[in-house]
């Protein structure tokens, strides 16, 4: 036992901290796989978009923002209007991210799309795994 497992036992013991570590790796997983689909996506002559990228950079930062919200210390009744309001939040903040895009580039409005919904359906999944994992330390913290 040197003085790594001594600096690792001490990181993991910290809850708080190890849920935000995990929140970043799923954030990092995310684009990874969004980044592989997209690639994917590009080998299609319908589906290419140089801007693909774009989606991916709002996911991310999207996503890294409501990591910080959702490991705020709250009780449970703001915590889950806070996951109603950060809910319709997103939504809107994409919906008016498709709207730019659409004004600005109505050629490549298609295959953006189809990037977008991608990662849309990626980071999703990887946000219900996610919460999951934080209300299942928050039911543990109450007993």
């Known amino acids: ?3 790594d497992f001594i600096l690792f ?6 809850q708080s901290n190890n849920v935000f570590l995990k929140g970043l790796f799923t954030i990092g997983t995310s684009s990874v796989l969004s980044t592989a689909v997209s690639l994917l996506l590009n080998q299609f002559q319908i589906c290419h978009s140089y ?3 774009v989606s991916l950079l709002v996911f991310a930062v999207i996503f890294f923002a409501l990591n ?4 705020m210390k ?4 703001s915590y889950s209007e806070m996951l109603f309001g950060t809910i319709g939040g ?3 903040v994409l919906m008016i991210v498709v709207f730019l ?3 600005l580039d109505k050629k490549g409005l298609f295959a953006f799309a189809m990037h977008f919904i991608a990662h849309y359906i990626l980071f999703t999944v990887f946000e219900i795994r996610y919460l999951l994992l934080i209300i299942k330390k928050r039911e543990t913290q109450k007993t």
């Open 1 to 3: 036992m040197g003085p």
């Open 9 to 14: 036992s001490k990181i993991s013991s910290n």
């Open 51 to 53: 801007n693909w990228w």
């Open 68 to 71: 910080f919200l959702y490991n």
């Open 74 to 77: 709250t009780n449970n009744r």
């Open 90 to 92: 997103k939504a809107f």
């Open 101 to 103: 895009y659409a004004i």
